[in-house]
């Protein structure tokens, strides 16, 4: 393998281990919200507050993921081998290290482009983070419903930056949020029950996770006809 496979091995193995689809989602339902719920102006132009927020939950998220990736590599390579041999050229010294690096630019973010108390609230959602990735509350028996409430805070931080305004959006748009919870929930527990499954065994759950995935996916998509 070339030097140019290597580099582009290690960079779709440094996405694959920060779990980009996530943080696009987070992206995508952040964009929806603010466009349709928690906008104070009209126009299409996104604000300074929005790019903050955005890159603060990806700073934050990314870091989180990427820490987690490497406590849970012994777990993983028993559980799904190929997807963590393939992220395995990206090493813990330098992936701990980016981490740290991510953590940084979201909170720096957090801090020079969002008003207090917005800024301490990411504050406070990066240490649960940080908790949750090394501390591996994942593994606990309330594990799903921690990974679940994490999932939707960056939508809560979104609307605690834009407060008082966002209060109508919020109260509007709470219904559809508890239905998405409920189903991120389940498909969290889900999950977790799939791999202590033998793999000829988690095909049917392996399914439902897609549809689980296409669900949250239209609950984001009928945000604006809420």
Known sequence: M???????????????LVRWTHLAFLAFAQIVAYYFLFRLEDGWMPDFQLLAVLLATGGIVGGGTLINSFYDLERDLVQRPWRTLFERPVAKKY???????????????AWIGLPFPADAGFGLYA???????????????????MATLLAYTPLLLLAFTYAPDSAPGFWQSLPLALVMIAIEWRRQWERKYMLTLPLEGRKA???????YKVLLVLGILTIPFI
């Open 205 to 211: 759950l392996q399914t439902r996770q897609w549809i």
């Open 2 to 16: 070339g030097r140019r496979q290597k580099l582009l091995h290690r960079a779709l193995a440094f996405l694959s």
């Open 127 to 145: 240490l649960l983070v940080w908790l949750y990735s090394h501390k591996q509350w994942g593994q606990h028996r309330l594990g799903p419903l």
């Open 95 to 109: 992936g701990l290290r980016i981490a740290a690096w991510l953590y940084g630019i979201g909170l720096v973010t």
